[in-house]
């Protein structure tokens, strides 16, 4: 069945496309659950939909026009949380739920659209095309950059930004970084998993990583390694049993970290103390 | 860069709007000696701290370490070590002893380089130093709280060249045999490596018997000198607002 699905253009660009952004998702999960960012993730993810919908109104590439929007209100929710007095929660969700309406006010102006929004919402790795592969590739590789760069002053300021700081560290460049680094991940998904489920492929590979080991080294390993094996696993069963893949994928990786949660070797809610 | 004073602060004032923390504070801190801050709750003790290590700008007045700008001797020279109050990470933190110590060196690297042979064996001497070397393969989070206070001296150790640690209430928490013996080992840190100790600290009487000096805050400066001066001072009752024998504990309590 695997060497049939590989015949297929579409599939094997799916599985490229797929697997970039997997691995790009599950090396920034690393970061996003060590400095328990995932709900700026979900305010990243959602607000990347009002920026779809100026680029789709005002002509433009409606993923740069994402891209621009969602690093833009990442740094926004990253200014408010540090600097403002209301909660980082409230403002991530002030943030999300406006640029949400804004793209749903947009979208419903524009006549001819409105048959593409599921999969903006829910992806369609199906309709991966080359040019998507090279722009997945090239954010791939600006965000693979800035985290093998600067990998243990991220390391640093995740298990303690002020010491980090006295320590001489550049903290807000590096926070507003990971921050950028998300948006244009989560940019680079919208195709494979879309808008709403992005999100789940930058917690979940972690966080079953980290179920599966007390060691970070370990934890990014099993977290590349969950992240990968979702999106295989998720394509085949998706194929076979003719589902949306995003969803699939997702699921894959939920059913990865339920495992890690109740079997891992000293962490497992099931197997505690016996590793 | 002897005679220049380890700390020097120079009528430093903090407010937030209206509302005043540090009010004309001046001192100076010679090189070499253990210093305790103390003073009631909200007295701006851990506000002077943050001062000092250059996460609080003072809104008024001028902060000297070693004659600089505190900006140049952290980034620059990587002379300050820093252990917060109760520092947030959590238990479960995927560290190891050793990495916690690394990444107090993260500072002084810069970019791209990845922890040296030399980094590793100087975390594992610092780890020797708060007599913690056979944890270092140990998950952070499964050490007792005084344990991990004293990783996180070594972490400061760790910093690049340590002349002055900067601790903030080490020992809250912590059950009396570990506070001991944690300031036994700052002491001995001073000693031996010649360090400026500051440390904020809320139980006068342990603290009298380590610090060379103690300052009293409550706002304002009320008295700075060695611990005995203090402590027989009315400054400290006046800043505390109650009386000695309360801080101290009276002959005659319940106990007599």
Redesign the interface.
Same mark, same amino acid.
């Given at each position: 069945m695997i060497a049939e699905m590989l015949s297929f253009d579409f599939m094997r660009n799916a599985l490229m496309g797929g697997l970039m952004v997997c691995v790009l998702c599950s090396l920034l999960s690393f970061f996003v659950v060590l400095k328990r960012l995932s709900f700026i993730g979900v305010g990243i993810s959602h607000s990347a939909f009002g920026g779809l919908a100026i680029g789709v109104l005002l002509g433009f590439n409606p993923f740069i026009c994402a891209g621009i929007f969602s690093v833009l209100v990442a740094w926004g929710i990253g200014i408010t949380s540090q600097k403002g007095k209301l909660h980082e929660d409230t403002t991530i969700g002030i943030f999300f739920s406006a640029a949400m309406a804004l793209g749903v006010a947009l979208i419903s102006l524009s006549r001819e659209y409105k048959a593409d929004l599921f999969s903006l919402l829910f992806g369609n790795i199906l309709a991966i095309t080359q040019a998507d592969l090279w722009m997945v590739a090239i954010c791939g590789v600006g965000v693979a950059l800035f985290l093998f760069l600067f990998f243990k002053e991220l390391l640093a300021i995740s298990f303690d930004d002020e010491v980090a700081r006295v320590g001489g560290l550049p903290v807000d460049f590096l926070y507003y970084g990971l921050l950028t680094a998300m948006a244009i991940t989560v940019v680079a998904s919208i195709k494979v998993v879309g808008i709403i489920l992005v999100e789940a492929l930058l917690v979940i590979p972690a966080a079953t990583g980290f179920q599966m080991s007390k060691n970070y080294r370990w934890m990014l390993f099993f977290s590349l390694a969950s992240g990968a094996l979702s999106l295989f696993s998720g394509l085949i069963l998706s194929y076979w049993l003719d589902i949306a893949s995003g969803a699939t994928i997702v699921l894959c990786a939920s059913l990865l970290f339920v495992l890690a949660f109740l079997f891992s070797p000293g962490k497992g809610v099931l197997l505690r103390g016996r590793g | 860069m002897t005679g220049t004073p380890a700390i020097e602060l120079q009528n430093v004032w903090v407010t937030y709007g209206e509302h005043v923390v540090l009010e004309d504070i001046s001192f100076e801190v010679p090189p070499g000696r253990f210093v305790a801050i103390i003073g009631p709750n909200g007295a701006g003790k851990t506000t002077s701290l943050r001062v000092i290590?250059?996460?609080q700008p003072p809104t008024a007045g001028s902060v000297r370490l070693f004659g600089m700008e505190p900006s140049v001797t952290?980034?620059?020279h990587?002379f300050?070590g !820093?252990?917060?109050q109760r +520092? *947030? %990470?959590e238990r479960? +933190? /995927? %560290? +190891?002893v050793l *990495?916690?110590v690394l990444?107090?060196k993260?500072?002084?690297?810069g /970019? !791209?380089r990845?922890?040296s042979r030399k980094d590793r064996e100087v975390a594992r001497l610092n780890l020797q130093r708060v007599e913690l070397l056979e944890y270092a393969d140990r998950?952070i989070?499964e050490l007792s709280g005084g344990q991990i206070q004293r990783v996180l001296i070594a972490?400061?150790l760790s910093?690049?060249d340590p002349r002055l640690l900067v601790l903030d209430e080490p020992t809250v928490g912590v059950d009396i045999p570990h506070q001991l013996g944690l300031y036994e080992i700052l002491v001995k840190l001073q000693r031996e490596m010649g360090l400026t100790i500051m440390v904020v600290s809320h139980d006068i009487a342990m603290i009298s018997n380590y610090a060379d000096d103690m300052i009293c805050l409550n706002r304002t400066m009320h008295v700075h000198g060695n611990p005995c001066e203090v402590m027989h001072s009315h400054s400290v009752e006046e800043a505390y607002r109650c009386e000695f024998d309360r801080l101290f504990g009276a002959p005659g309590g319940k106990c007599a």
């Open positions: - | 290590v250059g996460l952290i980034r620059k990587h300050v !820093y252990v917060p +520092s *947030d %990470f479960t +933190s /995927p %560290f +190891s *990495d916690v990444l107090g993260v500072g002084s690297i /970019p !791209y990845w922890f998950p989070g972490r400061a910093c690049g």
